[in-house]
């Protein structure tokens, strides 16, 4: 596993807290690693020390620039002056600023409190490259909206970073089940979706993946393909189904890239060369899902190889009946040599994609796909399959992908692909 990368460290007043939480969660749903102090406290009170070391190790700052953090004597002086010499040590350190007012305002008070102006001699953070609040915005209460900006233009920065160092892979992970093994430093962009996915609650919304998790998966995207260049993408998943599915889906195979996808739990490796290999036929048999008449023209489809093959057709049954989906057609694909947790063992490398290539080809050849409106899609298989199958989605109909809610036995919608 390559060098684990220092995080960036956040810098910012207490007084903007409420602010600084929602982007400290957006950052997060981007794969930006990076060091706060209410983040970081662990047992106990971080003492100054222990701060002002992780600023002296951090790969980068974000100063979120408020007239509160320009009057913090702690954020003006101390952690500014650690930045400063931090970027005279090492010129490749990230430097981002990031203007909640406006940059001249919080400029001049930073020089009226300060007793130290050669600190700010050689340097203008309105010179750096940052974000400036959209003043208007923000009055209208759309701040949300400035943070999530935000927190894209930091991880293009970071992936920027990553196209710098060597190594023939851009490593990225993605979690919604608490963390992965090893430091997330590991990882160029680690996407940590835990407070998305609660371990004791329900996934997020349609709404909720509609709103927020879909931008940032296209920032996501966005970044890694400007830095990728020729290497191969890693991507590593612990995680639900769903999310998997729609980070591959970001990156299709019309985009050109080299993957290479691990299963944490599972610990296989899956290759998905840039042009597909064929079919692995003989795997699954399909059969026809007993569903309410209806008039509609949706299609449903149900994956499984991993779970018992009954429990999870009357679940999918049920669910297709309790959310009155307008379904004009009904297949179930099922592992033929039987479902189960074990399914998968003796495959590896490019056998996931093969799997997955002979899954669309059967789905694309169902009774009722040439005329259905949407796809309403059931799975339960493995992350990794998932985000391969996510990858061949080219030119089909739009997929509304559902996630199964453990605690209450129903599934719930999710991503609209």
Known sequence: MKRARNPLFLSYSSKNTPEVDSLDLELCRRGVVFFRDRKNLGVGRLTDTQIEEAARNASGFIFYLTEEAARSEWVRERELELALEAVRRRPDVLLIPVF????????????????????????????????????????????????????????????????????????????????????????????????????????????????????????????????????????????????????????????GIEVEVLEVNAGITWNAPVSPRPPLPGLFEQKALMVPDSTGRDLVVAVNICQPRDGFRHTVETAVQELDLPVGAAHEVVWAAGPSKTALSGYQGSDGQRIVVDLLQRIESFPGYAECSKIHFFNACTPGLAFLFGQQLVNTRPIQTYEWIRSEHRYQPSFLL
């Open 100 to 255: 909640q007012d406006e940059p001249g305002r919080v400029t001049e008070l930073m020089l009226a409190n300060t007793d130290r102006p050669e600190l700010f001699k050689s340097f203008d953070f309105r010179q750096r490259h940052g974000h400036i609040h959209n003043l208007k915005a923000v009055g209208r209460g759309r701040i949300g909206d400035e943070l999530r900006q935000v927190a894209g233009d930091v991880t293009k920065a970071v992936a920027g970073l990553a196209s710098k160092s060597p190594g023939q892979k851009l490593r990225l992970a993605l979690s919604t089940r608490g963390g992965l093994d090893g430091h997330p430093g590991s990882f160029d962009l680690f996407l940590d979706w835990s407070q998305d996915f609660p371990a004791d609650g329900s996934p997020p919304s349609t709404a909720t993946c509609e709103k927020a998790l879909k931008p940032a998966l296209e920032d996501v995207r966005n970044a890694v393909k400007e830095a990728l260049g020729k290497r191969t993408l890693h991507v590593a998943l612990k995680s639900h189904l769903t999310p998997a599915l729609a980070l591959g889906y970001r990156f299709g195979r019309t985009e």
